[in-house]
């Protein structure tokens, strides 16, 4: 294996974007050729390393007035003509429409489609077009790459038995921060404000934990959405007068410093894939208190009571004793911060890269 190509719909910054461009750049390094293919470009996109070869195999000007089956169409026409071009030796395929568009685009070519499954299977592949896509596509994937078991019990065994559990890779920044002599007296969140990540009932959870611990603040990371979420949030916090102590702080790209020495870091979502912020939590010790949400991104990173408590989802009484409980015993919350530090050893990049590099080196070879 030595020329590599990545495909999905665009590097506007997103999680699998990420994990795209950072693979990408490490694919580079080691000397392989790495291709990167497009549908558009975005208005704020991750840049990969100069050496990788950026293609856009999206719609032309002339397509945009044509219809929508038309359109889709032309998308795997574009991407197969890629294909036969430039000869990968194997393709990886980002996100849900992805790879459908991958695996139909590959059909024929001889080069092995890698498909990657970023998010929850339920709602997201569950639909009647994907019962009709899955059974017909997904047997042809060379391999699939999962996030958490969940997402892998989803699917049916042909597809488990030739697939492999990858974490994301951590930022480089969020690895081996200084441990903090004090604390702050500040729980944490953060992530966009969004509909599933349930900040509302975080934010009720705090307002009885204020009560209780009036000392305390709660500070909530993260852009708004525009789902409408963060005037629910607001809504709670002015009816509730806790301006004074809960704080929508926007997005940060200094979150290492921002979140370092809190004292508790609350996860509250309803359902996620493999949360990059729950993890980025744990690399830098923070004591985590999180929902132990579908499809099981908080449950393969964290071992209850080890590295972090997991509670049920949509269960405030539980994040209201999960955050008390380690705002009053220290010693419990260093502890688990200190074993949450060490999910660096499986999620560095250099890990993950090899894990990569292995998975697509059999996924070739079969």
């Not at 990420?18 to 291709?35: C, P």
């Not at 611990?213 to 789902?227: E, F, N, Q, V, W």
């Not at 991104?297 to 955050?323: F, S």
């Amino acid at each position: 294996m030595q020329k590599i190509a990545f495909h999905l719909n665009s590097l506007q910054q997103g999680g699998a974007e990420r994990v795209v461009t950072n693979l990408a750049n490490q694919f580079v390094q080691a000397g392989y050729e790495v291709l990167i293919a497009t549908e558009w470009y975005g208005e704020k996109e991750f840049v990969p390393d100069e050496r990788v070869k950026r293609v856009h195999v999206g719609l032309l000007e002339k397509d945009e007035k044509k219809s929508r089956i038309s359109k889709i169409l032309l998308r795997i026409r574009y991407l197969r003509k890629f294909i036969k071009k430039e000869r990968p030796d194997v393709l990886i395929a980002f996100t849900h429409t992805v790879n459908y568009r991958a695996l139909m685009a590959g059909m024929g070519t001889g080069v092995p489609v890698v498909i990657s499954v970023r998010t929850d299977p339920v709602g997201h592949y569950d639909k009647r077009a994907d019962k009709i896509q899955i059974p017909l596509l997904f047997p042809r994937a060379a391999g699939c790459v999962f996030q958490t078991e969940g997402a892998k019990a989803f699917f049916a065994p042909y597809l488990q038995d030739n697939s492999r559990i990858i974490l994301n890779p951590l930022h480089p920044k969020y690895i081996g921060t200084p441990v903090p002599k004090k604390r702050t007296k500040a729980v944490v969140q953060s992530g966009r404000l969004v509909d599933f990540k349930n900040q509302p009932m975080l934010i009720k959870a705090f307002i009885e934990v204020h009560k209780k611990h009036p000392d305390y603040t709660l500070k909530i990371y993260g852009p708004d959405s525009k789902d409408g979420t963060k005037e629910i949030l607001e809504g709670i916090i002015k009816e509730n007068h806790a301006e004074d102590y809960v704080k929508l702080m926007g997005g940060s790209d200094s979150l290492e410093k921002e979140l370092a020495d809190a004292a508790v870091y609350a996860f509250s979502s309803d359902w996620e894939g493999l949360p990059n912020a729950l993890m980025e939590a744990m690399a830098l010790g923070l004591p985590i208190v999180a929902t132990d949400c579908p499809c099981g991104g908080p449950r393969t990173l964290i071992r209850d009571g080890v590295d972090g408590l997991l509670i049920p989802i949509k269960n405030q009484e539980a994040l209201e004793e999960g955050i008390n409980r380690l705002i009053e015993d220290p010693v419990l919350a260093e502890r688990l911060g200190t074993e949450a530090r060490k999910i660096a050893e499986r999620a560095n990049g250099q890990a993950v890269f090899e894990q990569w590099r292995d998975f697509l080196e059999e996924c070739c070879q079969r």
